[in-house]
């Protein structure tokens, strides 16, 4: 079992740039590919990116590549998000969560919410224009 808590979110102008961390406990980390996704107000989730268990592959929302960079540490059990070029519709809670089946290349099946098993709570993310 994965235990996942996010940090890092907060309020940001337009253009500037945060990093969000989700610290996972549980023996198996290294097993799991990890994604992000966040939710918007009145809006349903959506898939930011994704990481595999080595980090040696990653997937990204079109709407987020070349701004955002997933990215983790193995040894502190934790995966990262830098965002920059922040713009106001990246407003939104960002979830951590983890995947059990992912293989070593990252596939379209992990921007799917149900491919996840485990999630965190979320941290808010507020870029204001």
């Known amino acids: 079992q994965v235990q996942l808590v996010e940090s890092g979110g907060g309020l940001v102008q337009a253009g500037g740039s945060l990093r969000l961390s989700c610290a996972a406990s549980?023996?198996?980390?290294?097993?799991?590919?990890m994604g992000w996704f966040r939710q918007a107000p009145g809006k349903e989730r959506e898939f930011v990116a994704a990481?595999?268990?080595?980090?040696?592959?990653?997937y990204y929302a079109n709407s987020v590549k070349g701004r955002f960079t997933i990215s983790r540490d193995n040894a502190k059990k934790t995966i990262y998000l830098q965002m920059n070029s922040l713009k106001p519709e990246d407003t939104a809670v960002y979830c951590c969560?983890?995947?059990?089946?992912?293989?070593?290349?990252?596939?379209?099946?992990?921007?799917?919410?149900?491919?996840?098993?485990?999630w965190g709570q979320g941290t808010q993310v507020t870029v204001s224009s």
């Open positions: 969560a983890a995947n059990n089946d992912a293989g070593r290349i990252l596939t379209p099946s992990v921007a799917r919410s149900t491919s996840y098993d485990y």
């Open positions: 549980g023996r198996s980390f290294r097993d799991y590919a």
């Open positions: 990481i595999s268990w080595s980090g040696g592959s990653t």
